[in-house]
């Protein structure tokens, strides 16, 4: 059973119902001032005195509706649908007292106050209707059995059994009304859940994406500190390697010197030397979008790229495991050099700084197969935590506390960018191990 905390609110809330019940209310004013004008007319112009009756008829009912229009625009709305169902319903019974309950309009206005009933009141108000008006036609009929009835017309060929003629269809009508509005009203109902349902989920979604564009802009402010902080690394580097390129022709200078006593510390000084000069101008070619493609071989370059000037004293800490055979690959060296040389540094600084130097041990093991080739680099050093291992290879991420945290960043860009390959960080066994795997495909013979 429908209540006025939901079924009403909900119906007098509704445009269509608003709409509704303005036009009926509307056309009721109407209607009645149109038949009005003809009664004054009548008692006017033809001096009929028997309207008088009719015309405060009309009048009053012009004041009744008015009054409900009044107390619609009040915002009352229950108690204005019950004024016009009212309305409807006075009209049908006082036709059926001044001309019998047997007239056709009568009849009608019964069936309309029950359709109106159904549409202003609900369920509720269409059962109390049609119960009302079947009662008002055994009252008049009741009136008619004791002459009392009707007043406009001389003679009435009613009884009670017609009240069942004419109240069974009645009651149909109130029945089938009222089910149906109970069905529109739940269907009412469930549309207007639905509504709410998708009103949150709109709410949620809207929450979702500001959220997400909250996130997304955080991240472009991350990757622009970024990006600023890799061109400030660039521009710094430009001028340690012109710094760096200055000091090295100082040093020739002292080596030429030095190489007049033929002292093998100057000849090991000078091999030093000329691999630093080497490496400054690959970096110089690398810095400015030069490249040297040619056939190499990857074990010369893993030899080459231990060769650490800082580490010269860990030298004999590092293995290299490789094949009998020449493994050549096509491309740059310097590339291969570079990703090499962050992985072997790491592996060597993972170790504490106490750490003698035969235990600092570092394996790089090299293997081929007809498609891949494999590079390993090991370590047994401090390790790396679970937390970092998830981000080891984003920027800015470093496990040393004087780290830039970019060396790993710029290997794996290189080693899927360039070489088309990737590398890994070997979860299957307890020390740390990076696993550089690249096609070969990019061998050219």
């Known amino acids: 059973m429908r209540t006025r905390s939901d079924g009403s609110v909900q119906r007098y809330s509704s445009i269509e119902y608003k709409a509704i019940f303005e036009t009926v209310l509307i056309g009721s004013l109407t209607l009645v001032a149109i038949l009005i004008i003809p009664l004054f007319i009548s008692y006017g112009v033809y001096g009929n005195t028997y309207v008088l009756g009719r015309i405060f008829i009309c009048v009053g009912a012009l004041i009744y509706l008015a009054a409900t229009f009044t107390a619609w625009k009040k915002q009352r709305h229950l108690i204005a649908s019950c004024a016009l169902v009212l309305f409807y319903y006075l009209i049908a019974m006082i036709i059926m007292f001044g001309w019998g309950i047997d007239i056709t309009f009568a009849q009608l206005m019964l069936a309309i106050t029950v359709v109106l009933a159904g549409v202003f009141l609900g369920t509720q108000g269409v059962f109390v209707t049609t119960a009302l008006s079947i009662i008002g036609m055994l009252a008049i009929q009741a009136a008619i059995v004791m002459d009392k009835a009707p007043w406009f017309s001389h003679s009435a060929h009613t009884n009670f059994g017609d009240?069942?003629?004419?109240?069974?269809?009645?009651?149909?009508?109130?029945?089938?009304?009222?089910?149906?509005?109970?069905?529109?009203?739940?269907?009412?109902?469930?549309?207007?859940?639905?509504?709410?349902?998708?009103?949150?989920?709109?709410?949620?979604?809207?929450?979702?994406?500001?959220?997400?564009?909250?996130?997304?802009?955080?991240?472009?402010?991350?990757?622009?500190?970024?990006?600023?902080?890799?061109?400030?690394i660039g521009q710094l580097s430009?001028?340690?390697?012109?710094?760096?390129?200055?000091?090295?022709?100082?040093?020739?200078?002292?080596?030429?010197?030095?190489?007049?006593?033929?002292?093998?510390?100057?000849?090991?000084?000078?091999?030093?030397?000329?691999?630093?000069?080497?490496?400054?101008?690959?970096?110089?070619?690398?810095?400015?979008?030069?490249?040297?493609?040619?056939?190499?071989?990857?074990?010369?370059?893993?030899?080459?790229?231990?060769?650490?000037?800082?580490?010269?004293?860990?030298?004999?800490?590092?293995?290299?495991?490789?094949?009998?055979?020449?493994?050549?690959?096509?491309?740059?060296?310097?590339?291969?050099?570079?990703?090499?040389?962050?992985?072997i540094r790491n592996a060597l600084e993972a170790y504490p700084r106490a750490t003698p130097s035969d235990r600092r041990t570092v394996s790089i093991h090299l293997e081929t197969n007809k498609e891949t080739i494999t590079i390993r680099v090991a370590d047994h050093g401090r390790g790396i935590s679970k937390d970092i291992r998830g981000q080891l290879f984003s920027p800015l991420t470093s496990t040393k506390k004087t780290g830039l945290g970019i060396g790993l960043f710029i290997a794996k860009e290189i080693t899927e960018s360039y070489f088309g390959g990737s590398l890994q960080l070997n979860d299957n066994v307890k020390h740390t191990e990076f696993v550089l795997t690249i096609p070969k495909r990019s061998a050219k013979s």
């Open 163 to 232: 009240i069942i003629g004419f109240g069974a269809p009645l009651a149909i009508l109130g029945l089938i009304t009222g089910l149906f509005d109970k069905r529109t009203q739940e269907l009412h109902t469930e549309e207007l859940h639905i509504n709410e349902e998708l009103t949150k989920e709109k709410s949620t979604l809207e929450q979702r994406v500001r959220t997400h564009t909250i996130e997304i802009e955080h991240l472009q402010l991350e990757q622009a500190e970024q990006l600023y902080r890799f061109a400030e």
């Open 238 to 343: 430009t001028l340690l390697l012109h710094d760096l390129s200055n000091h090295l022709t100082v040093l020739n200078i002292d080596l030429a010197d030095l190489n007049r006593e033929k002292g093998s510390a100057a000849a090991r000084l000078e091999e030093s030397i000329n691999q630093i000069e080497k490496s400054v101008r690959q970096a110089s070619r690398h810095l400015q979008g030069k490249e040297e493609m040619q056939n190499f071989d990857v074990l010369a370059c893993i030899e080459s790229s231990t060769k650490l000037p800082r580490y010269q004293e860990l030298k004999e800490s590092i293995s290299i495991t490789a094949p009998s055979e020449p493994v050549p690959l096509y491309g740059d060296p310097l590339r291969l050099n570079h990703i090499l040389y962050i992985l």
